[in-house]
C-alpha cells in the first residue's frame, strides 16, 4: 500500500509545511512509518490529533519533542525545523541562527542515523543550511538535498501565466545555482506550447502573446521573489508546495517517480567546489546525482555570479564557527573529499 515501511522523520512537525508534510506522504501512499518532532508539544500533538483523526489505513504515526528520538535508526529525513522568513526579511538574514539549528541537526544525525539514505533541509538560506548539514552528519554529498525545484516551479507558473496556457504546456523550466535573489534563472530548453523561448525571445508568439526581452528580465526577478511574493499575499511564507514538492522528492528517491526538477546538491567537481547549490540532478540507486547545467553566455555568467554569492554565505557560516574551515572538512565527514 505505501511505497516504503522504513521511518521518516519529519521534524518542525507541528509548523504548516511539516503537518503538510505528513498528511502528503500518507494520502499519496508514500510512506506509512513516520515520526513527527518539533520543540512546541502542543502545536505538535495538535498537528499529529489532526492525522489521526484522517485515520489513514495503515499509518504509524507517532510525535515527540525528543529529536534524538524521532532520528532514531530514521531512513529518511525531511525538515522544515528553522525560523521562517517573514515580511522585509531576505534569506540571507536567517542564515546564522538556522545554520545553528543545520549544525545541530548534522551531528544529531551523525549519532542516530549514520545510515540516513535521504535528508531534504527546507529552511532557510536552504543551500547554506543544507550544506551546514552535511558536513556536520558525515553523510555522502548524495544522501543530502535542498528544496531548489520551488524556483523551477514558480518559474513554470509565471510563463503560463504570461501565456494564458496550461501549466503543464511550459516545459524545461530549470533555475540553478541558489535558492534566492541571486538564483540563475536559465533560457534553456524552455518551450511553451511547443515553442522554443529563444524563439519567441526572437519575435514569436503563443496564442497572439510575445514576450520582450524586457519583460523577460522582469519574469526573472519576479520568480526570485516569488518567496517574498507569497508573504505578502498571504502574510506567511509558502507552505503547501514545499510539502508537496518534498514529498515528490522522496518518491524519487524510492524510484516510484522520476524527480522533473533541479534539487539541491553537494557540488565539488569542475568551477564550482565546496558548495551546495540546485543543478541538473536525478535519484540514481545511490541517491542524487547531478551534472552541470547546460546554457548560453548569460544563463552561464549567472550561474557563476550565484555560486560566487553563495560561497560568500559560505564563508561567513566558517567565520561565525558554524562550519569548518574547508581543508578540515574530510576531517569531520570524510565523504567530502
Given at each position: 500500500?505505501?511505497?516504503?515501511?522504513?521511518?521518516?522523520?519529519?521534524?518542525?512537525?507541528?509548523?504548516?509545511?511539516?503537518?503538510?508534510?505528513?498528511?502528503?506522504?500518507?494520502?499519496?501512499?508514500?510512506?506509512?512509518?513516520?515520526?513527527?518532532?518539533?520543540?512546541?508539544?502542543?502545536?505538535?500533538?495538535?498537528?499529529?490529533?489532526?492525522?489521526?483523526?484522517?485515520?489513514?489505513?495503515?499509518?504509524?504515526?507517532?510525535?515527540?519533542?525528543?529529536?534524538?528520538?524521532?532520528?532514531?535508526?530514521?531512513?529518511?529525513?525531511?525538515?522544515?525545523?528553522?525560523?521562517?522568513?517573514?515580511?522585509?526579511?531576505?534569506?540571507?538574514?536567517?542564515?546564522?541562527?538556522?545554520?545553528?539549528?543545520?549544525?545541530?541537526?548534522?551531528?544529531?544525525?551523525?549519532?542516530?542515523?549514520?545510515?540516513?539514505?535521504?535528508?531534504?533541509?527546507?529552511?532557510?538560506?536552504?543551500?547554506?543550511?543544507?550544506?551546514t548539514t552535511l558536513?556536520?552528519?558525515?553523510?555522502?554529498?548524495?544522501?543530502?538535498?535542498?528544496?531548489?525545484?520551488?524556483?523551477?516551479?514558480?518559474?513554470?507558473?509565471?510563463?503560463?501565466?504570461?501565456?494564458?496556457?496550461?501549466?503543464?504546456?511550459?516545459?524545461?523550466?530549470?533555475?540553478?545555482?541558489?535558492?534566492?535573489?541571486?538564483?540563475?534563472?536559465?533560457?534553456?530548453?524552455?518551450?511553451?506550447?511547443?515553442?522554443?523561448?529563444?524563439?519567441?525571445?526572437?519575435?514569436?508568439?503563443?496564442?497572439?502573446?510575445?514576450?520582450?526581452?524586457?519583460?523577460?528580465?522582469?519574469?526573472?526577478?519576479?520568480?526570485?521573489?516569488?518567496?517574498?511574493?507569497?508573504?505578502?499575499?498571504?502574510?506567511?511564507?509558502?507552505?503547501?508546495?514545499?510539502?508537496?514538492?518534498?514529498?515528490?522528492?522522496?518518491?524519487?528517491?524510492?524510484?516510484?517517480?522520476?524527480?522533473?526538477?533541479?534539487c539541491g546538491t553537494?557540488?565539488?567537481?569542475?568551477?564550482?567546489?565546496?558548495?551546495?547549490?540546485?543543478?541538473?540532478?536525478?535519484?540514481?540507486?545511490?541517491?542524487?546525482?547531478?551534472?552541470?547545467?547546460?546554457?548560453?553566455?548569460?544563463?552561464?555568467?549567472?550561474?557563476?555570479?550565484?555560486?560566487?554569492?553563495l560561497t560568500n554565505?559560505?564563508?561567513?557560516?566558517?567565520?561565525?564557527?558554524?562550519?569548518?574551515?574547508?581543508?578540515?572538512?574530510?576531517?569531520?565527514?570524510?565523504?567530502?573529499?
Open positions: 500500500m505505501y511505497l516504503t515501511n522504513e521511518k521518516v522523520a519529519i521534524l518542525g512537525a507541528a509548523g504548516a509545511i511539516g503537518s503538510n508534510l505528513v498528511q502528503s506522504l500518507l494520502q499519496t501512499g508514500t510512506a506509512s512509518r513516520i515520526s513527527m518532532y518539533d520543540p512546541l508539544e502542543g502545536p505538535l500533538k495538535g498537528s499529529a490529533e489532526e492525522i489521526y483523526h484522517c485515520s489513514f489505513p495503515g499509518a504509524q504515526v507517532t510525535w515527540t519533542i525528543d529529536e534524538a528520538e524521532a532520528l532514531a535508526d530514521a531512513a529518511y529525513i525531511i525538515t522544515a525545523g528553522g525560523a521562517p522568513r517573514r515580511a522585509g526579511m531576505t534569506r540571507e538574514d536567517l542564515r546564522k541562527d538556522n545554520c545553528k539549528i543545520a549544525r545541530n541537526l548534522g551531528q544529531q544525525i551523525k549519532r542516530h542515523c549514520p545510515a540516513c539514505k535521504l535528508a531534504v533541509v527546507i529552511f532557510n538560506p536552504a543551500d547554506i543550511t543544507g550544506l558536513v556536520h552528519s558525515g553523510l555522502p554529498g548524495s544522501a543530502v538535498s535542498t528544496l531548489a525545484a520551488l524556483d523551477s516551479t514558480r518559474l513554470q507558473s509565471a510563463l503560463a501565466q504570461h501565456f494564458s496556457v496550461a501549466q503543464d504546456q511550459v516545459t524545461g523550466c530549470a533555475t540553478y545555482g541558489g535558492h534566492g535573489e541571486q538564483m540563475a534563472v536559465f533560457k534553456g530548453s524552455i518551450t511553451v506550447a511547443g515553442t522554443p523561448l529563444g524563439e519567441i525571445l526572437d519575435g514569436a508568439t503563443v496564442e497572439g502573446q510575445g514576450l520582450t526581452a524586457g519583460q523577460w528580465t522582469d519574469l526573472q526577478q519576479q520568480v526570485r521573489g516569488g518567496g517574498a511574493a507569497i508573504i505578502k499575499l498571504r502574510g506567511r511564507s509558502s507552505f503547501q508546495s514545499p510539502a508537496h514538492l518534498s514529498t515528490s522528492m522522496l518518491r524519487g528517491r524510492l524510484g516510484a517517480d522520476e524527480f522533473p526538477w533541479p553537494y557540488v565539488n567537481r569542475g568551477e564550482f567546489r565546496h558548495i551546495m547549490m540546485a543543478m541538473d540532478t536525478r535519484f540514481g540507486p545511490d541517491g542524487l546525482e547531478y551534472s552541470m547545467p547546460e546554457g548560453d553566455a548569460d544563463d552561464m555568467a549567472a550561474l557563476r555570479n550565484s555560486y560566487k554569492h554565505l559560505r564563508d561567513q557560516t566558517i567565520a561565525d564557527g558554524l562550519l569548518p574551515p574547508l581543508d578540515e572538512w574530510k576531517d569531520v565527514n570524510p565523504n567530502l573529499v
